[in-house]
């Protein structure tokens, strides 16, 4: 096989691994100013903040496992059981790490054989993607417009916000769209989805969405608060979600590696915050994620002995 075929034939790798080589190059650099911003911020966190932290993480990725499976249930209008659905999303959480985000899908899909189509497990994804970013850009335009313009913008836009994910959990009507959509398109998706109107989903679907941020707030402020002044340490959090975001762009990439971090470090040049140890911010943050995702594959497997379909 030639140098040029096996290129091709691999052109995928090469590129995930360009991209995740670029992005740490580019952490090396960021690292010129000096480590003493660094050392003072790790001096900064306690082993019992650190402790707090991991917990919020594992509260907040139990939640969006659960939010996960109301969507389940909505979609594919069974009683889907906590005990199989949570510790199959968690496990698939871990899987994308892997190269490629796809195979969390693909396991997650092996795993929930018999209880649920791979289509229905693609749709449920891309709609709690959906509905979850779309809550991270309301409140990340709300802090950035309180930042601009005063606090009375941040409660109005968080305001709006939460109606607007109320809304949109009381009334499916773009998931709709896109189940008929994909229906009338994709021979994949056409004898696998039911095109039935989509129930609700009450209260809960917002309220957890809300839980999931709370906790992450949490998170950036057990361990950065004796580093950052509180509204800073939000504005840290908000950027962090952001990057995250812009990460997702990122396919290829398994769970986003270094590209998140390189993206949250190369940006924090706009923020009003000291930014000199953000990349020692970037490492705890990534840490404490993976591990908490390890961590909650066991809890979540251990809950469900005690939860009967809530």
Not at 7 to 29: E, M, P, Q, W
Not at 98 to 125: E, R
Request: net charge positive.
């Amino acid at each position: 096989m030639s140098f040029f075929a096996l290129v091709k034939r691999n052109r995928r790798k090469i590129f995930s691994v360009a991209i995740v080589g670029l992005a740490i190059v580019y952490l090396l650099y960021a690292t010129g100013a000096g480590l003493a911003p660094t050392v003072a911020l790790l001096q900064n966190i306690s082993v019992i903040s650190l402790c707090a932290a991991f917990g919020c993480t594992v509260m907040m990725l139990l939640l969006k496992a659960y939010y996960h499976l109301l969507l389940l249930r909505q979609v594919t209008q069974l009683p889907q059981r906590f005990n199989t659905v949570v510790p199959a999303y968690l496990q698939a959480q871990v899987v994308r790490y892997l190269p490629g985000k796809i195979w969390g899908l693909v396991y997650q899909s092996q795993q929930l054989k018999g209880h649920a189509s791979a289509p229905a497990i693609v749709l449920v994804n891309l709609f709690q993607m959906l509905n979850t970013n779309l809550m991270a850009c309301g409140i990340i335009v709300s802090v950035i417009a309180g930042q601009l313009y005063g606090p009375f913008w941040v409660l109005l836009g968080l305001a709006l916000t939460l109606i607007m994910a109320e809304l949109l959990h009381r009334f499916p009507k773009y998931e709709m769209m896109i189940v008929q959509l994909l229906a009338k398109c994709s021979k994949y998706f056409q004898h696998s989805l039911s095109t039935q109107q989509l129930q609700a989903i009450d209260y809960r679907g917002t309220a957890v969405l809300l839980a999931e941020w709370v906790f992450f707030l949490l998170v950036f402020y057990l361990l950065f608060h004796h580093s950052y002044a509180p509204a800073d340490v939000i504005l840290v959090a908000v950027w962090y979600a952001a990057a995250s975001l812009i990460a997702i762009l990122a396919i290829v990439v398994p769970a986003g590696l270094a590209v998140r971090e390189a993206i949250f470090i190369a940006g924090s040049t706009m923020l009003p915050v000291d930014n000199s140890a953000f990349l020692a911010v970037a490492a705890i943050l990534r840490l404490v994620f993976f591990s908490a995702e390890v961590f909650a594959i066991p809890f979540g497997i251990w809950l469900g002995k005690f939860v009967e379909n809530d």
